[in-house]
């Protein structure tokens, strides 16, 4: 197989790439971030890069042989006269030939700002995972029918009432020299009260666990002291699947069109949580080869499609309809079979999921939110890569996920991007001058016009708040189009000669040129947030009510979302503003009880079977609530408690109330 | 590493070995089979060869530079001058540079002949893998909060009543292909009505599963169809740990001795199993790249130290007081987790094991021959490279396990050899002219005098046969000393000085030289027989009985010795002669009751335990019982039985009656 060169800049990464190979499998290859927001489907149009040297097309430069394939339509579609010369789709430009490729800013994949911190839980302590100090009698000759497993279970049965224990065969492998080494002292550790998965000389007095929430960005490890209840580390990172595809569709397409593909991301992300393990332990074990081991226990949730790829299934049926998942119920994994490096005598216990969309996360915040605990109708949106919703009490709880696409992510927005350092994510607008002032990830301070601090484009956070101060102030209406006569250079049409707002003039920017939010921008968050809206409503129907007592938005991004914003655009029904609370990232919390308290497994299992599920895409209702929620906040729902917030903060803006 | 050429003769067999390894390690890496009997403690001096370049002892040859180590102390006493020039031992002579080496026949380790045949077994039929078809409704966006695994759990409840079944992860990763492939139609196998261990699309008739009996020496499968009970085929080998030791404590101390001898040990047999299952199925199962996944159970038996070393467990604390197993119960392993290569989500179940040194194949022996189920006194006599003794009724039974020695296996023999082709295994002694005939595996004729027919040695089972015939003939009298005044050529002083008689002269021999049974030979085997005797005397008293009411010879060896002149020597007390039964693979038996029958299972786990071990080595009483059975038959024990059957043979030896 003939090989080229190719050379990345900035960065100055290279290497050799099998000829035909892309230019963004090439920068996987060499380490080099590219974003690719739609999984290689040539649609989104991120992964913009410049060549340098060995390609001549002729249309922008002069005459020659080429060392890519030549530009594909669709790739023609995306690349704009403004783009400059020598502009290539990485996702579709082949290389077969030495080239020299520059990544623009705008393409580059930034660290994404991981924002999961752990909250206080307060549960009982009752892990699944508990240690025993036992104290056996040293064989004789006299009591040599006795081997010593029998011992050991022995002396668990007859000290703490422990029956029926099995153990694993790893564990009675190193058995032996265990029960020797510690002279008959030992600490076994116990799964379930039913399987002895360590035995350790002499006493020990700890015992680790580990939550896992792998969400399809972002995959955070919460290490927590077994003893105590206390998370004693965090570790996080971005998913390593997602040089594979930004969102789940992506990366089911991925698995259904290259060969190798699911094992591919499986193995990014057994790796990658390998990673995690190995960090969120080294600063607490100091000795042996496997620091890892020292972790007895591990629950995890994610999506069922991150799921189903972590456990090496099939992703391709749930990804179509009618949508079915290879398995429902828990399970109970040996870490061993998964190739997780933690005490490889353990179990990953995967919390159960609802139905082919709504995962083991949402599971994960049914258990910590407990809405069948509690009189009031509360409404949970959890806003990860997807949007779930969950609504009810302890008489009903009605589950949903609705299909937002990725425009709360930033992605289908014209300047969007991920979470990183140069995104804006907090925006006012002055309703009477329509100036804004933002701040932006990695600085602290306020900004405005003609400060340059190096803005690369619009988180989701942002994006909610830009377009909802674009409503109060006056600058689109209630159906989100652009009202034209308002006296400001910022209100504008663009190079496509539709309406745009200039939230950052170019030379305040690091990417030198304009940041805008466009009339398509708009739109994409309209459809996000009627998807919504619209999911509540049917839900709201379902269980006969007309209003909801609280609002609960779960999730990294519900968190650094503003609950005004997002009550002024209508991303849910009416509701007292001090009704509204920001959990943080729930679906985590759920995975930290099910590892401290083996009652909420069985809680899991059995309230993610009672909780009923509705398919809203196929209600015949969801068309029109769904076109009535497109409006900011709704065009037929009243919004009183929205109405006396903005009538207090001096808005001109009229609502129903 | 320096290394250095080494060639054996008369295979040809050729390589480069690293300085410093024996000779007998140079030959185990070629692929040479060199007999070993002692595992390389240099005590018992089988394993001679002739140097035939690089090696110039002074001694013997010409002055010169040696690519050998020196001579050894150790060595010296085994090798005579009638050996001839250039004799090492190949377990202690390290090579130091380029060395030619003939293996003399009576050195190599002859293929032994297998004789371990499946006998029709009667049980019920209730094996503990069963195979379910279900047909499955296919699933519709109304039922999509159903996982494929629910469907199929759902399905075995409603059709067959299978509640609260599990899932091998395995299992799960294959199902939505599995379902979708059969069309809704599968077939799941259930492992004790408890876990699914596979999913086939389609519906599937056939089961199989194998139960396994690894002896020290050899390792035999019967593959069992599940559906009719049948065993289908059988296929057996050397136990290929016989390189690392013959007996128990050579292979014992070889993994003690050897930094990596436990792993070493431990694949090797794994490996061997590997390949008696790649073999077993090949004329059953034609497809797939893994025939042996056909297999869904395997039940396996052996004594303690090769399921110590099968399982990976150090050997090292049941070679030595108070002689403690790692485990005693019946464990259930995964076959993925021991690396075996039938279905990968299948258990292994190992039989448990009685004490230290009774192991799984007397349980097997055990539920094979139901002494708890009988009212008739029987014992059982597993004699295998142990001697392992059953004694009871349906009120008690007894084990015990006796210090044999070798001897039965032909090792402490100076003729010894295993039951290989050149092996005598039948012998008559004409008691007036104290001529024998006998009869050599491989031929089915008897010979005598002066026809050459390649005899290299005598065989366990021959061994017995001619001393009980020397007896019979006078030529031993009954404390086994040779009566000298006879008058045959046959009974003389050998070179050492004492008495031997001569059973082949050297011109009927494949080694050249007569093949002769010595005062030693006599002693080992009344050890070894005295050491059998007293066991079963003691369990007599300790059950308060005179007199046993049948006498069953189980194992191989077992089925092949003579039971009159078992009876003659005394192996076990009196008993009419037509109440002694060879049973043939008992342990083999007990396995594959419980691989057809998994009640066996709890029955073995129960009678296991309900078993009384009896430790006669810390007898006070069993000195004498040892010295008296020293004697042939006995030195104070009445054998009516005996008496009768030697008198109807018209023999002149007096018996007391």
Redesign the interface.
Known sequence: MKKHKVIFQPSGRRGEVEDGKTLLEAAQALGVDIEGLCGSKKVCGKCKVRIEEGYFEKDNMESGMSHLSLISEAEKKHIKTEDGPGIRLACTAEVHGDVKVFVPERSRAGKQVVRKAAKELTITLDPAVKKYNIELTP???H????????RVLKCLEDTYGLKNLT?D??V??E???VL?KGEWKATATVWMDSEIIKVEPGFVETCYGLAVDIGTTTCVGYLSDLITGKVVNTESMMNPQVPYGEDVMSRITYAMTNPAGLETMQKAIIDGLNEIIEKVVSEIVKDGPNPGFAIDDLTIVFNTAMHHIF????PV?IGR?????????S?N??A???GLKINQSAYIHVLP????FVGADNVGVLIAEEQYNQDEMVLVIDIGTNGELLLGNRDKVCSTSCATGPAFEGAQIKFGMRAAPGAIEVVQIDPDTREPRYKVIGKADWHSHLEKINAKGICGSGIIEVVAEMFKAGIIDKSGKFVMDLKTPRVRKGADGKPEYVLVWAEETSIGTDITVTQGDVRALQLAKGALYAGAKLMMKRLGIATIDRVVLAGAFGSHISREASLTLGMFPDCPIDKVYAVGNAAGDGARMALLNKGKRIEADHRARWVE?I?IA?DPAFEKEFMQAMHIPNMKDKFPNLKELLSKSGSKVEIKG
Chains 1, 2 share one sequence.
């Open positions: 064989p004789t000759l009591d040599m029918t006795t081997g010593d497993n029998e153990i065969y790893l009675l492998k058995l032996q020299d020797r456990l090496g299934f099939d049926y309809s009618p949508f079915i998942p290879a398995v429902q119920n399970m994994v040996k061993r079979d998964i999921i609802e139905a082919g599920f398919e196929t």
